[in-house]
């Protein structure tokens, strides 16, 4: 019985190796060929442009002090009105420096007939060259204070540092004012700026004197813009370009803070290489897609520009002509046997 049992256990042995001899003669399993769909890159034109968020800024925008602290004796701020350069907005009580004007007027006069007097002494040498010399300088003296005075007086004086559209009123005639005391603002309205950051990889593009197009919200008008000056460097934190561009407000529609969007137009690329985006791997470093060659695929490394909602630029790594795989991407490994499913773009 015994050796009836150890017979069997010996038969079933040898099947089993004999099985497993069989299936190393034939080889590893190969993998199983991927059915996947296609796509073959060809020369696209690309227009280069892109839209950005922008900032409208006054031209020029300063506010209204005044010089001196004094009470306020004429206020002629009419709230939006436009005014030109030097125009008087204001002006300080000023009786006391007008007293003080008068008396030192009075000094000079009686100083210019001492002078006199001993002007004609020191011909006759009446007195010494230094006794008049003394009130020579007494009269520079005093017209070197009544120069003061005048400035002081004119400091009284509230004026448009520019041309410009005034702000609302923050102060009423009579009161009691002081140099950081605010009468109003005032801002350069007919001509505007506009500040947007462009990418970094368009800084080289951007010149002096390009137009750029900008369009606000609940406005359909497109208007137009022209680059005036550009930051010398880099952001680090955001890498982009500060940029400002002059803009003529014809229609006065444009107002200091409004948001636009900022369309700029670069020269178009004839010969640009667009693929499906679904094409592209992204990986920790970089990205990849994947290539079709001879019923293989292989990863290529690749760097990308611009992109829409369904195709993406390709700037490196790939040429007309490549065959790549835009379907069952997350299934292949390197040199991973795959076959024509469709060509998409044909």
Do not use: W
């Amino acid at each position: 019985m015994i050796s009836i049992l150890f017979l069997g256990i010996f038969a079933s042995c040898s099947s089993k190796k004999s099985g497993l001899e069989a299936q190393a003669k034939k080889g590893p399993i190969a993998p199983p060929v991927l059915n996947t769909d296609m796509f073959i890159v060809a020369a696209t034109p690309l227009s280069d442009n892109i839209s950005l968020p922008g900032n409208i800024l006054a031209n020029e925008v300063s506010e209204i002090h005044p010089e001196i602290s004094g009470r306020l004796t004429l206020l002629n701020i009419a709230e939006g009105k436009t005014v030109a350069a030097g125009e008087l907005l204001g002006k300080i009580y000023d009786g006391d420096l007008r007293a003080q004007l008068s008396k030192l007027s009075i000094q000079l006069q009686q100083a210019q007939r001492t002078a006199k007097r001993y002007e004609e002494l020191l011909k006759i040498q009446g007195v010494s060259q230094q006794e008049y010399d003394e009130h020579l300088l007494n009269i520079s003296n005093i017209k070197a204070d009544m120069a003061i005075v005048h400035s002081n007086i004119k400091r009284t004086e509230i004026r448009a540092p520019f041309s410009g559209a005034l702000g609302l009123k923050l102060v009423s005639p009579g009161a009691y004012v002081t140099p950081a005391t605010i009468l109003t603002t005032i801002r350069q309205n007919t001509q505007l700026k506009l500040d947007f950051s462009l990418p970094e990889k368009y800084a080289i593009k951007i010149q002096v004197g390009q137009l750029v197009y900008f369009k606000m919200e609940n406005n359909a008008k497109e208007y137009s813009a022209k680059i005036m000056a550009t930051e010398r460097g880099i952001a680090e934190d955001s890498r982009s370009l500060n940029v400002r561009a002059l803009v003529m407000n014809n229609d006065g529609q444009i107002l200091p803070g409004n948001f636009v969007e900022v369309t700029t137009n670069f020269a178009p690329d004839p010969n640009a290489i667009m693929v499906p985006t679904q094409a592209v791997i992204p990986q920790a470093r970089g990205k990849k897609i994947a290539l079709f060659k001879e019923g293989t695929a292989f990863f290529q490394d690749v760097e990308t520009g611009l992109r829409d909602t369904s195709m993406v630029q390709i700037t490196r790594g790939l040429k007309v002509g490549d065959t790549i795989i835009v379907s069952g991407i997350m299934s292949l490994r390197p040199n991973s046997k795959v076959s024509l499913g469709k060509i998409v773009n044909k």
